[in-house]
């Protein structure tokens, strides 16, 4: 979905105004109008989160994501994330997730709101997450990173 968007281009011409031939334009159009459809409200391409490589960044619990805009919310499926860089000598880093169980439509345009959900006390450490909407980046990054659990810190962030 998306809105019609006009653009009105209007000129002022009479017989004093004269082109290079030396005819005038006063019986020319002198107004032109353009319409287009803008398509700005996409489904989610993909969801991520980064963890910062740090032993004690990663997590045993599932994850998973609410996106919002305005009055706008969904949430993906549990888990999206299972136990991310969790295991021994694990490397953290961007893990990428399909937007499974939230169909709803955003504008691509704006900015987004999400929340990390966590099934457990265990803390997962995040430097950025974000959602891409129609091929834009919505991002949210903490300085230098943010312990979340299932009742601290989740949310909502803002992502612009």
């Known amino acids: 979905s998306g809105f019609m968007q006009e653009r009105t281009r209007s000129r002022t011409c009479d017989d004093s105004t004269k082109n290079y031939h030396g005819t005038s334009c006063k019986s020319a159009v002198k107004k032109d109008v353009e319409s287009r459809f803008r398509k700005v ?7 991520y989160i980064n963890l910062p490589d740090l032993y004690y960044a990663g997590t045993t619990a599932d994850l998973w994501m609410g996106i919002k805009q305005g ?16 295991g021994s000598g694990s490397s ?17 345009t704006k900015p987004v709101d999400l929340k990390l959900y966590s099934d457990s006390n265990n803390d997962v450490f995040i430097k950025f997450m974000g959602a891409i909407i129609g091929g834009n980046y ?3 990054y903490s300085s ?8 601290t810190n ?4 803002h992502a612009t």
């Open 92 to 108: 953290c880093g961007t893990y990428m997730r399909s937007r499974n169980g939230c169909t709803n439509t955003f504008d691509k």
């Open 144 to 151: 230098p990173y943010k312990a979340i659990d299932h009742d």
């Open 138 to 140: 919505r991002t949210w």
């Open 154 to 157: 989740n949310g909502w962030w």
């Open 71 to 86: 009055s706008n919310e969904c949430t993906t499926s549990k888990p999206t994330w299972d136990a991310p860089c969790s």
């Open 41 to 47: 409200c996409s489904q989610i391409d993909e969801l």
